[in-house]
């Protein structure tokens, strides 16, 4: 029962993220506000919202391990696992835009959670308040001086709905359903924790990452499928960087983010670091501003070697 709960609860998110997806697209396209600043803002928060969700219900709920856990375990599947299936498949190019803005953001705003949890083991609402307000200040520079950076049609979806009613319930079916899907994963989770007896760690950085992380990973396989433009390497770093910035500065501004297992200090995060610093390594080695089959292949035994020691 477990299982189906984390599957249905799954489900259930990524469902309701995509309907509020939509609903927000369209609700902003309606209000005259430009692709461009949809993109960065309202597309990168509703496609958020699953892994925000289940961090406020998780943390609120003194779950903090499971808010934390999904967090860093999603950051790590979106380098380790979804970019590396999608370079095995077909390599791509990368742009200057990655290591002038994408790949330091990245890199800074890792450092600050990992110092914010370090310093006493707990994010309190202040530090959450820093991580958002230096999302805001990314985003505005940005709009206003790099707006090259922003790759907006990888975003936008083909069919945009204009009819108010439709708009309306979507966002209300949309809600609903990211709130039940994360009252039933978390409740799965932790019962699968219990019913395995691994610590609710494990079951977040591996089963409910990946999970949050399959909307990534099933549009890059579609776009390369249909020969489209594949989702870019900035992309997946912007996940990242709304994951720790959005998602776990909102979360700490509701209520501090209590590190409960010390193992995600000692292990996991050293890993989602590692991992970072890594791909930006292999951008230039051995083949510069490429990211082709080789790299696919370390990344992807990496990711690997990283679910043998966290099972282990």
């Known amino acids: 029962m477990d299982i189906i709960a984390i599957v249905l609860g799954l489900l259930l998110l990524i469902k309701g993220g995509d309907w509020l997806l939509d609903a927000s697209v369209g609700l902003s396209l309606r209000l005259n506000i430009p692709k461009i600043v949809i993109g960065m803002t309202v597309v990168s928060f509703a496609t958020s919202a699953p892994e925000l969700i289940v961090s406020i219900k998780a943390a609120t709920e003194g779950y903090a391990v499971l808010a934390l856990g999904n967090i860093l375990g999603s950051n790590i599947v979106n380098l380790a696992l979804v970019l590396s299936i999608v370079i095995l498949i077909s390599p791509i190019d990368v742009t200057p835009t990655f290591y002038k803005i994408d790949a330091p953001m990245m890199l800074l705003a890792s450092l600050l959670f990992y110092i914010f949890s370090l310093t006493d083991y707990v994010i309190i609402p202040l530090e959450g308040g820093i991580l958002f307000i230096l999302l805001i200040v990314f985003l505005i520079f940005l709009l206003f001086f790099q707006k090259k950076a922003v790759v907006e049609e990888d975003h936008i979806p083909d069919k945009v709905i204009s009819s108010p009613l439709q708009i309306i319930l979507l966002l209300i079916i949309g809600g609903f359903c990211l709130w039940l899907g994360s009252?039933?994963?978390?409740?799965?989770?932790?019962?699968?924790?219990?019913?395995?007896?691994?610590?609710?760690?494990?079951?977040?950085?591996?089963?409910?990452?990946?999970?949050?992380?399959?909307?990534?990973?099933?549009a890059s396989i579609i776009a390369i499928i249909n020969k489209e433009k594949a989702i870019s390497l900035g992309n997946l770093i912007g996940s990242n960087i709304f994951n720790i910035l959005a998602v776990i500065g909102i979360t700490a501004m509701i209520t501090p983010i209590q590190i409960q297992d010390l193992k995600l200090l000692e292990i996991d995060?050293?890993?989602?670091?590692?991992?970072?610093?890594?791909?930006?390594?292999?951008?230039?080695?051995?083949?510069?501003?490429?990211?082709?089959?080789?790299?696919?292949?370390?990344?992807?035994?990496?990711?690997?070697?990283?679910?043998?020691?966290?099972?282990?």
């Open 183 to 218: 009252e039933v994963l978390i409740k799965g989770a932790i019962g699968l924790a219990s019913t395995l007896g691994v610590s609710e760690r494990v079951i977040s950085i591996s089963i409910v990452s990946i999970g949050t992380s399959i909307p990534e990973l099933s």
């Open 269 to 312: 995060f050293i890993w989602m670091l590692l991992i970072s610093v890594l791909m930006f390594i292999l951008v230039f080695i051995p083949s510069k501003m490429r990211l082709g089959r080789w790299e696919g292949a370390i990344l992807l035994s990496l990711y690997f070697i990283f679910l043998y020691q966290l099972m282990g």
